[in-house]
C-alpha cells in the first residue's frame, strides 16, 4: 500500500470521527434545553432573562446547578423542630402589621436556618443554598429570593426602588411557598402536612395567589392571633 493511500484513509477516518463527534453533539443539544427546562421551571426562564435571552448561557448555568446539587438528599425534621419554625413563621406574619421591615428580615432568617436543617448548603452560604434549593425546590424559590432582596435592601434604596410596604407583603406571601415545602414531613414521615395559617392568598396549583382568601373570613390563629393582620393594615391605609 502506497504512502499516499495511507494518508488519504487516515485522512477520511479523521473526517469521519469529526462528523460522528459533531452529529453526537448536535443530537445532545436540542435535548438539554427542553429536559433543562421541565426541571427548572419558572428558573429556566429567569436565567435566561438573567442572561440577555442568551438560552445556551442560560442551560450551562443550571446544568451545572444541577451537577453540584442534584444528587443532595434532604433530610427530615423533627416534629419539635418543625413546630418551632412554623411558630416562628407564624410570629414574623403578625409582626408585618407594625414593622413590616423586621418581619421580611426575620422570614429571611428563617428560610435560610430552615434550609440549612434540611440539609442544604449553610445559610451563610446565600448564593450556594438558593442554587441548590432550585435544583429541588425551583417553582418556589423565587420567594425566596424576593423575601432576601427586600431584607437586605436600606430603607433609602427601598424608597428609591418603590419597594414598599405591599412589595415587602407580595415577598413575603411568596416565600410562603418555600416555607411549606421546607417544612413539610417526607413522605416517609407521613406526609401530607399543611404548615400553619397563610398570610393572606389563595393556594391554586401548588402557588399563592395574594388576595383575601376569595372574601371569606379567615381563620385566627393558635393564642387569638390572626396571621391576615397584613390584609387588615392594607385595608387601612388604603
Known sequence: MSTGLIIALIV??????????????????PRR????????????????????????????????????????????LEPAQREQYEARWTAAQERFVDSPREAVAEADRLLAELAGARGFPDGGQYEEQLAALSVHHAHHVDGYRRVHRAAHLRADDARDGGTGTEDMREAMVAAR????????????????HAAGPHLGGRHEGGRHKAGLNGGRK????????????LHRRQAKES
Open 177 to 192: 411557598a418555600l416555607f411549606e415545602e421546607l417544612v413539610r414531613p417526607a413522605r416517609h414521615d407521613g406526609g401530607g
Open 33 to 76: 434545553g427542553p429536559s433543562l427546562k421541565r426541571r427548572f421551571g419558572p428558573e429556566y426562564d429567569l436565567a435566561v432573562a438573567r442572561h440577555d435571552g442568551d438560552a445556551k448561557a442560560a442551560e450551562r448555568e443550571l446544568a451545572e446547578r444541577l451537577e453540584r446539587h442534584g444528587e443532595l438528599r434532604e433530610r427530615a
Open 12 to 29: 477520511i477516518a479523521a473526517v469521519v470521527v469529526i462528523i460522528a463527534a459533531a452529529m453526537t453533539l448536535r443530537a445532545r443539544g
Open 218 to 229: 379567615a381563620p385566627a390563629a393558635r393564642g387569638g392571633h390572626t396571621p391576615w393582620a
